[in-house]
């Protein structure tokens, strides 16, 4: 039994703020914004919740597929930004798309790395209670938690979601076709945590007991820079030892997108060329849970295609994020041609 992705989506608003608005409204400019992070615009969504964002990401996604959305049994939906408690936006996700197969459903919070722990526990859900078809959402509206006067941190987020549908091998319905001419298969998952003692990456709850000192993002950049730089390569070096594989089987790495010298400093130390490294935070900013759905969706919309499916068949993809809690983790995908 496998558990494959079958189809993807995203979608990030259409309002884009590029480096010079920042300058104009705190004490930066574009050149320190790209020399130190690499972006260059981020989208963000005044206009639509978090969940209509969702809801366009999967829409795209289920478009890309001829299937009954009956047929989904488990969805979950991973964001620090969603618009309610209860329904969880998971529920909320179910009743706009019309998945009227009664679900699970269920919301995950672990930040940035919430995609990936999203994967992870749906491949062993799905495997476990014998699920045919999920749909793994990362959705973020961090633009209504930015302290837009604070510089270290408004210009590093974006408004973005992103989805994959995932199908178990044992149960796949002939019914359903996927226009992708491969699967990729989720070939091992990898999940880890570590206390943030020292409050290095924070947001607070808007119904704190005590009187809030920030109701925004708080970031001490450069513990989180160490602390990503340093679990980004353990993540790697984990999936490769436990599925006794080589970088050179490594096609893609598809991380999560905080800062583009973190990709760089993590190709250095992985020894895998930058050219494998798939990168759009130049255009979207960090998206958190958003960040690693949206790239894959991109990775599969516009660079796969290019390849010749004998040449990638086998290859592995590996994605792996880091962020609050502190939390990463990764995911190891195989390409399979159909
Ligand atoms: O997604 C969750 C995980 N998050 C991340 O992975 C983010 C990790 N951290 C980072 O990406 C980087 O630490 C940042 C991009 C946030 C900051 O870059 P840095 O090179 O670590 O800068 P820094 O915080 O060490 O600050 C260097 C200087 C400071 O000035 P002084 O103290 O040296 O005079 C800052 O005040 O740069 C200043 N600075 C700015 N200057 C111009 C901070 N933000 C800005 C800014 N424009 N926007």
């Given at each position: 039994m496998t558990i494959n992705i079958i189809s993807t989506g995203s979608y990030a608003g259409e309002k884009i703020l590029d480096n010079e608005y920042f300058a104009k409204i705190v004490d930066t400019n574009d050149e320190w914004i790209q020399e130190r992070t690499g972006i260059r615009t981020r989208h963000?969504?005044?206009d639509i919740t978090t969940e209509e964002m969702a809801t366009r990401a999967c829409e795209s996604a289920l478009d890309k597929l001829d299937m009954d959305r009956s047929k989904i049994g488990?969805?979950?939906?991973?964001?620090?930004?969603?618009?309610?408690?209860?329904?969880?936006?998971?529920?909320?996700?179910?009743?706009?798309?019309?998945?009227?197969?009664?679900?699970?459903?269920?919301?995950?919070?672990?930040?940035?790395?919430?995609f990936v722990y999203s994967m992870a526990v749906a491949r062993s859900i799905m495997a476990s209670m014998k699920i045919a078809y999920a749909i793994v959402i990362g959705a973020e509206r961090l633009s209504k938690f930015v302290d837009w006067s604070d510089r270290s941190t408004c210009i590093l987020f974006g408004d973005g979601a992103g989805c994959a549908v995932l199908e178990n091998s044992d149960l796949a319905d002939d019914s359903v076709s996927s226009s992708l001419d491969y699967r990729l298969e989720i070939e091992d998952?990898?999940?880890?945590?570590k206390y943030d003692k020292k409050k290095y990456l924070t947001l607070d709850s808007r119904d704190s007991l005590k009187e809030m000192r920030h109701?925004?993002?708080?970031?001490?950049?450069?513990q989180i820079y160490k602390f990503a730089t340093d679990v980004g390569v353990k993540v790697i070096d984990r999936l490769l030892e436990s599925n006794c594989i080589s970088k050179d089987d490594i096609e893609f790495l598809v991380p999560h997108q905080a800062n583009k010298r973190i990709i760089e400093t993590l190709a250095l130390k992985s020894q895998i060329p930058d050219d494998r490294w798939f990168v759009n935070l130049d255009e979207y900013g960090n998206t958190s849970a958003a960040s690693i759905p949206l790239a894959l969706n991109e990775l599969v919309e516009k660079v796969l295609p290019d390849r010749k499916l004998e040449q990638i068949d086998g290859r592995r993809i590996i994605s792996l994020a880091f962020g609050g809690g502190l939390s990463y983790g990764g995911f190891l995908l195989k390409i399979r041609k159909k």
């Open positions: 963000i969504c005044d488990l969805v979950i939906f991973a964001s620090v930004s969603s618009d309610t408690k209860t329904p969880a936006s998971s529920f909320n996700m179910a009743g706009r798309l019309g998945l009227n197969g009664n679900p699970i459903c269920f919301d995950l919070n672990a930040a940035c790395s919430g998952t990898y999940l880890a945590g109701p925004f993002i708080g970031m001490n950049g450069r």
